[in-house]
Protein backbone atom coordinates (compact mmCIF):
# COMPACT_ATOMS: atom_id res chain seq x y z
CA UNK A 1 0.00 0.00 0.00
CA UNK A 2 1.40 3.54 -0.71
CA UNK A 3 -0.79 5.72 1.53
CA UNK A 4 1.04 9.25 0.31
CA UNK A 5 -0.07 9.24 -2.93
CA UNK A 6 -2.71 11.93 -4.10
CA UNK A 7 -5.64 9.29 -4.92
CA UNK A 8 -4.75 7.96 -1.46
CA UNK A 9 -5.18 11.27 0.23
CA UNK A 10 -8.33 12.35 -2.06
CA UNK A 11 -10.29 9.33 -1.15
CA UNK A 12 -9.32 9.18 2.90
CA UNK A 13 -10.73 13.15 3.13
CA UNK A 14 -13.90 12.50 1.00
CA UNK A 15 -14.90 8.99 1.59
CA UNK A 16 -14.56 9.78 5.20
CA UNK A 17 -16.07 13.20 5.08
CA UNK A 18 -19.20 10.92 3.30
CA UNK A 19 -18.90 8.20 6.32
CA UNK A 20 -19.15 10.61 8.85
CA UNK A 21 -22.05 12.00 7.28
CA UNK A 22 -23.60 8.77 6.86
CA UNK A 23 -22.29 6.76 10.13
CA UNK A 24 -20.96 8.94 12.47
CA UNK A 25 -18.03 7.68 14.40
CA UNK A 26 -17.12 8.11 18.08
CA UNK A 27 -13.46 6.74 18.90
CA UNK A 28 -11.83 5.59 22.20
CA UNK A 29 -8.33 4.35 22.86
CA UNK A 30 -6.51 5.47 19.64
CA UNK A 31 -3.98 7.30 21.34
CA UNK A 32 -2.69 4.52 22.65
CA UNK A 33 -2.26 2.41 19.71
CA UNK A 34 1.06 1.36 18.47
CA UNK A 35 2.63 2.85 15.24
CA UNK A 36 3.62 -0.76 13.94
CA UNK A 37 4.02 -3.77 13.99
CA UNK A 38 0.19 -3.85 14.78
CA UNK A 39 -2.79 -7.09 14.04
CA UNK A 40 -6.33 -5.17 14.57
CA UNK A 41 -8.76 -7.53 15.23
CA UNK A 42 -12.03 -6.44 15.33
CA UNK A 43 -15.68 -8.12 15.76
CA UNK A 44 -17.61 -7.71 12.33
CA UNK A 45 -21.27 -6.76 12.42
CA UNK A 46 -21.50 -5.08 9.17
CA UNK A 47 -19.53 -4.16 5.71
CA UNK A 48 -19.07 -0.55 6.60
CA UNK A 49 -16.97 -1.85 9.51
CA UNK A 50 -13.41 -2.05 7.64
CA UNK A 51 -14.23 1.23 6.04
CA UNK A 52 -14.98 2.86 9.11
CA UNK A 53 -12.04 1.38 11.52
CA UNK A 54 -9.57 2.32 8.29
CA UNK A 55 -10.92 5.89 8.08
CA UNK A 56 -10.66 6.62 11.55
CA UNK A 57 -6.72 5.42 11.66
CA UNK A 58 -3.78 7.97 10.89
CA UNK A 59 -3.73 8.83 7.41
CA UNK A 60 0.21 7.25 7.74
CA UNK A 61 -1.22 4.26 9.72
CA UNK A 62 -0.14 1.98 6.80
CA UNK A 63 -2.75 -0.31 7.57
CA UNK A 64 -3.45 -3.54 5.09
CA UNK A 65 -7.15 -5.39 5.19
CA UNK A 66 -8.25 -9.14 4.93
CA UNK A 67 -11.48 -8.53 3.45
CA UNK A 68 -13.53 -11.45 2.23
CA UNK A 69 -13.43 -11.62 -1.51
CA UNK A 70 -17.15 -11.39 -1.85
CA UNK A 71 -16.89 -7.45 -0.74
CA UNK A 72 -14.87 -7.32 -4.27
CA UNK A 73 -17.63 -8.18 -6.43
CA UNK A 74 -18.87 -4.85 -6.07
CA UNK A 75 -17.13 -2.55 -8.20
CA UNK A 76 -17.48 0.22 -6.54
CA UNK A 77 -16.99 -1.28 -2.64
CA UNK A 78 -14.10 -3.47 -4.06
CA UNK A 79 -12.30 -0.45 -5.80
CA UNK A 80 -12.57 1.99 -2.42
CA UNK A 81 -11.43 -1.04 -0.37
CA UNK A 82 -8.33 -1.47 -2.19
CA UNK A 83 -7.73 1.96 -2.08
CA UNK A 84 -7.99 1.90 1.73
CA UNK A 85 -5.59 -1.34 1.93
CA UNK A 86 -7.51 -3.90 1.74
CA UNK A 87 -6.81 -7.37 -0.59
CA UNK A 88 -9.57 -9.98 -0.76
CA UNK A 89 -9.36 -13.66 1.15
CA UNK A 90 -11.28 -16.81 -0.02
CA UNK A 91 -13.12 -17.82 2.60
CA UNK A 92 -13.08 -21.53 3.17
CA UNK A 93 -9.56 -22.35 1.21
CA UNK A 94 -6.74 -22.47 2.17
CA UNK A 95 -5.94 -18.83 0.31
CA UNK A 96 -2.13 -19.24 0.66
CA UNK A 97 -1.47 -16.02 -0.95
CA UNK A 98 -3.67 -13.86 1.27
CA UNK A 99 -2.26 -15.29 4.36
CA UNK A 100 1.73 -14.65 2.72
CA UNK A 101 -0.01 -11.22 2.20
CA UNK A 102 -0.91 -10.71 5.75
CA UNK A 103 2.61 -11.81 7.19
CA UNK A 104 4.35 -9.93 5.27
CA UNK A 105 2.48 -6.58 5.95
CA UNK A 106 3.36 -7.60 9.70
CA UNK A 107 7.27 -8.12 9.26
CA UNK A 108 7.48 -5.09 6.81
CA UNK A 109 6.07 -2.87 9.86
CA UNK A 110 3.16 -1.92 8.27
CA UNK A 111 -0.34 -2.56 10.23
CA UNK A 112 -2.79 -5.41 9.65
CA UNK A 113 -6.43 -5.64 10.46
CA UNK A 114 -8.45 -9.05 10.55
CA UNK A 115 -12.12 -9.88 11.17
CA UNK A 116 -11.90 -13.36 13.51
CA UNK A 117 -15.07 -14.04 12.71
CA UNK A 118 -14.45 -14.06 9.30
CA UNK A 119 -18.12 -12.87 7.96
CA UNK A 120 -20.60 -10.47 9.50
CA UNK A 121 -22.45 -11.67 12.93
CA UNK A 122 -25.51 -8.91 12.34
CA UNK A 123 -26.71 -9.55 15.51
CA UNK A 124 -23.66 -7.97 16.95
CA UNK A 125 -23.18 -10.75 19.73
CA UNK A 126 -20.54 -13.69 18.08
CA UNK A 127 -21.42 -15.72 21.23
CA UNK A 128 -23.13 -19.23 21.91
CA UNK A 129 -23.49 -20.69 25.10
CA UNK A 130 -21.09 -18.48 26.23
CA UNK A 131 -17.89 -19.14 23.93
CA UNK A 132 -17.17 -17.00 20.53
CA UNK A 133 -19.24 -19.12 18.24
CA UNK A 134 -17.24 -17.76 15.00
CA UNK A 135 -13.86 -17.29 15.72
CA UNK A 136 -11.53 -18.25 13.44
CA UNK A 137 -7.37 -19.42 14.16
CA UNK A 138 -6.28 -17.77 11.25
CA UNK A 139 -5.86 -14.81 12.89
CA UNK A 140 -4.04 -15.76 16.02
CA UNK A 141 -1.53 -17.82 13.67
CA UNK A 142 -0.86 -15.14 11.75
CA UNK A 143 -0.27 -12.91 14.97
CA UNK A 144 1.98 -15.45 16.68
CA UNK A 145 3.87 -16.24 13.74
CA UNK A 146 4.40 -12.59 12.88
CA UNK A 147 5.05 -11.78 16.63
CA UNK A 148 2.50 -9.25 16.07
CA UNK A 149 0.89 -6.32 19.07
CA UNK A 150 -2.15 -8.38 19.21
CA UNK A 151 -5.14 -5.81 19.65
CA UNK A 152 -8.88 -6.26 19.83
CA UNK A 153 -11.41 -4.16 18.61
CA UNK A 154 -15.20 -3.19 19.13
CA UNK A 155 -17.14 -1.98 16.64
CA UNK A 156 -20.99 -1.48 17.50
CA UNK A 157 -23.28 -3.57 15.70
CA UNK A 158 -26.41 -2.08 13.80
CA UNK A 159 -25.49 0.45 11.78
CA UNK A 160 -28.20 3.21 11.25
CA UNK A 161 -27.83 6.14 8.93
CA UNK A 162 -27.01 8.83 11.15
CA UNK A 163 -26.79 7.15 14.43
CA UNK A 164 -23.18 7.52 15.92
CA UNK A 165 -21.15 3.92 15.70
CA UNK A 166 -18.94 3.11 18.11
CA UNK A 167 -15.08 1.78 17.38
CA UNK A 168 -12.66 1.30 20.66
CA UNK A 169 -9.46 0.14 20.73
CA UNK A 170 -7.85 -2.05 23.82
CA UNK A 171 -5.16 -2.92 25.20
CA UNK A 172 -2.54 -5.12 23.84
CA UNK A 173 -3.58 -9.04 24.53
CA UNK A 174 -0.47 -11.23 25.74
CA UNK A 175 -0.93 -14.56 23.55
CA UNK A 176 -0.26 -17.87 25.33
CA UNK A 177 1.30 -20.92 23.74
CA UNK A 178 3.83 -23.61 23.93
CA UNK A 179 7.10 -24.06 21.79
CA UNK A 180 7.54 -21.60 18.76
CA UNK A 181 4.49 -21.63 17.06
CA UNK A 182 1.87 -23.76 19.63
CA UNK A 183 -0.57 -26.06 18.84
CA UNK A 184 -3.54 -25.77 16.60
CA UNK A 185 -5.91 -25.85 19.73
CA UNK A 186 -3.54 -23.14 21.07
CA UNK A 187 -3.99 -20.60 18.43
CA UNK A 188 -8.13 -21.56 18.54
CA UNK A 189 -8.05 -20.52 22.44
CA UNK A 190 -6.50 -17.72 20.96
CA UNK A 191 -8.47 -16.41 18.65
CA UNK A 192 -11.28 -16.87 20.83
CA UNK A 193 -10.05 -14.80 23.69
CA UNK A 194 -9.23 -11.84 21.77
CA UNK A 195 -12.53 -11.57 19.89
CA UNK A 196 -14.06 -12.04 23.53
CA UNK A 197 -12.04 -9.53 24.52
CA UNK A 198 -13.22 -7.07 21.62
CA UNK A 199 -16.72 -8.05 22.68
CA UNK A 200 -15.95 -7.22 26.51
CA UNK A 201 -14.75 -3.74 25.27
CA UNK A 202 -18.53 -3.14 24.21
CA UNK A 203 -19.94 -4.23 27.03
CA UNK A 204 -21.71 -7.74 25.33
CA UNK A 205 -23.13 -10.27 27.31
CA UNK A 206 -21.88 -14.00 27.27
CA UNK A 207 -23.20 -16.50 29.22
CA UNK A 208 -25.71 -14.16 30.88
CA UNK A 209 -22.78 -12.39 33.08
CA UNK A 210 -21.46 -8.81 31.80
CA UNK A 211 -17.53 -8.73 30.16
CA UNK A 212 -15.43 -6.53 31.41
CA UNK A 213 -11.55 -5.78 29.48
Not at 89 to 101: F, I, P
Amino acid sequence: MKPFNRLFIFIYYVVGFIADVLHPVSVEGLEKLPKSGVLLCPNHASNWDPILVALKLPINYRLHIMAKAELFKNPLLGWLLRKVGAFPVSRGNNDLSSVKASMQAIKSGDNLLIFPEGTTIHNGIGYTDGLPAHAKAGAAMIGVRTGAILIPVFVDGEKKLFHRTRIIFGDPYEPHYTGRRGTSEEMQQIADDILKEAYALGGQMVGGKPLCG
